[in-house]
């Protein structure tokens, strides 16, 4: 199959709509029409080359579609089925996936491969001059994640795919549950899942861009006291709010004071029960240890970006956690039905998420638009 309107980052930053030729599903895959897609940091992350520059590749890693063929050993998805392709898997049956402790399913594990799990690559480009051209000249191409969603059709291994049961294809809350494949979900699990926020804690949130928004929602569902939102950019206030958080800090405002110091001065000098560090800046790290409390403060890594930081060996001896996340903990069998119901009954506003819309082929202006003060979330319409 020829697809016309795929994304190929070449390199760092440099992205095309370029015709690509999509592989028919092996035996446990599946191959979807995609409907919507969405933009998270990862994908500028992974289009700068972290943690493995692999080019060229398939950009796109939240989105929603419509099965369009199944591999002969698929048995729990069938063609027009509505789904979400996923980055995480979950057998069930595994020692992670029965542990209760954590979402990194050991039978089909999660990788920054840009493979599928048999090695290979669905994605490739044509061979020069001549679509269409014999598999011998075809040039593969690196999918991102599990996924590759920024494009017409993808090819997913079945068992990173969630079918989006009782979902009605004409609701608007369907292409705004693409948002829930990764960025907002992540926040929501780090919130609810790894820091396991307790009823009247409190919580701070650094970075309030989708992620630290999910964030302070699973804090709200939680029942924390105290949300603290940090974040630079002052429009970020009132997203906040429409979440739940209930203090706003901007560092900004206070240039000589550390925003461990600032979070300490709205919990009584003692600092947060939890912290959940969505920005990716190395620095803040230990920022984010001295903003909890001493003995049994937690901090939730979400951000990705730095290969390797350093922490304070003080902040985390006086009796901190520190715990790294990928998908906030979320899986995707059980916790994500649970989310998308409450996208389907507008318990969570995912609309107040949405900033701007493009079509697929104008996806290069999403490098500009992303940069914007306003810019929460980019839908695509495929
Ligand atoms: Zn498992
Ligand atoms: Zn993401």
Redesign the pocket.
């Known amino acids: 199959m020829t697809d016309y309107n795929r994304v190929v980052c070449r390199g760092p930053e440099e992205w095309k709509v370029e015709e690509i030729e999509v592989d028919p599903p092996q035996a446990s895959e599946v191959r979807i029409k995609m409907l919507y897609a969405s933009i998270c940091h990862t994908d500028f992350l992974i289009s700068e080359g972290f943690p493995l520059p692999l080019y060229p590749r398939i950009l796109g890693h939240e989105g929603i579609g419509v099965v369009e063929s199944v591999g002969e050993k698929v048995a729990e998805l069938k063609e027009g089925d509505l789904v979400m392709p996923c980055y995480v ?6 020692e ?2 029965t542990s209760g402790v954590t979402n990194m ?4 594990p999660f990788t920054f491969s840009g493979l599928m799990p048999d090695g290979t690559s669905r994605l490739h480009l044509p061979a020069a001059g001549r679509a269409g051209g014999g598999a011998s000249h075809r040039q593969p191409l690196y999918h991102l994640l599990s996924c590759s969603t920024w494009s017409e059709y993808a090819v997913s291994d079945a068992n990173f795919v969630i079918k989006l049961q009782d979902f009605q294809p004409d609701l608007p809350q369907l292409s705004l549950a693409s948002f829930l494949s990764c960025g907002f979900s992540t926040g929501f699990g780090a919130a609810q899942v790894e820091a396991r926020v307790e009823k009247g804690s409190s919580v701070a949130v650094l970075g309030l861009g989708a992620v630290g928004l999910g964030a302070v929602e699973g804090a709200k569902v939680q029942g924390a006291a105290t949300i603290i939102g940090v974040d630079k950019n002052e429009m970020k206030r009132e997203k906040g709010k429409a979440f739940g958080m209930t203090h706003f800090i901007n560092p900004d405002h206070s240039p000589d004071r550390s925003i461990s110091d600032l979070i300490k001065d709205l919990t009584d000098g003692l600092g947060v029960d939890y912290c959940i560090e969505c920005t990716g800046v190395a620095p803040l790290i230990t920022e984010a240890l001295d903003s909890t409390k001493v003995g049994k403060g937690k901090v939730i890594m979400v951000g990705a970006g730095h290969t390797s930081f350093s922490v304070n060996s003080v902040s985390l001896l006086a009796g901190r956690t520190l715990k790294g996340t990928i998908f906030g903990g979320i899986k995707p069998r059980f916790h994500l039905p649970l989310l998308l119901d409450r996208c389907k009954s507008k318990e969570i506003p995912l609309d107040k998420l949405l900033t701007h819309e493009i079509q697929l082929g104008d996806i290069t202006k999403a490098i500009e638009m992303v940069h914007s003060q306003d810019c929460v979330k980019i839908l695509i319409r495929i």
């Open positions: 898997a979950e057998c069930g049956e595994c992670n996936c399913c050991l039978t089909h």
